[in-house]
Nanobody, 122 residues
């Protein structure tokens, strides 16, 4: 079993920055792909970014150049640095892990956190 706990969400003005963290416990995930997804009210959960065990990363087009994903296996943590935030970034952000594939779809992930709310005011 793997437990994921997100933190760092909050209310920020458009153009501002936030750093989300995901603390990992339980079975080791150092060889797993780690991902961030988000879900806005009334919308489906969508891919934001992922990072492989070798630190290759992939981003949704909507966040490229503004968001950066990173991981610290020694600290068992994954981070999402978000800058130049827009109102359309408002959502609940979820951390997830996959032992199977470098994936940009929710079904590619095995374990999920409870999410952290990010609200961007315009």
């Amino acid at each position: 079993q793997v437990q994921l706990v997100e933190s760092g969400g909050g209310l920020v003005q458009a153009g501002g920055s936030l750093r989300l963290s995901c603390a990992v416990s339980g079975r080791t995930v150092s060889r797993n792909t780690m991902g961030w997804f988000r879900q806005a009210p009334g919308k489906e959960r969508e891919f934001v970014a992922c990072i492989s065990w070798s630190r290759s990363s992939n981003y949704a087009d909507s966040v490229k150049g503004r968001f950066t994903i990173s991981r610290d296996n020694a600290k068992k943590a994954v981070y999402l640095q978000m800058s130049s935030l827009k109102s359309e970034d408002t959502a609940v952000y979820y951390c997830a892990t996959s032992s199977r594939a470098y994936s940009d779809v929710p079904t590619g992930y095995d374990y999920w956190g409870q999410g952290t709310q990010v609200t961007v005011s315009s």
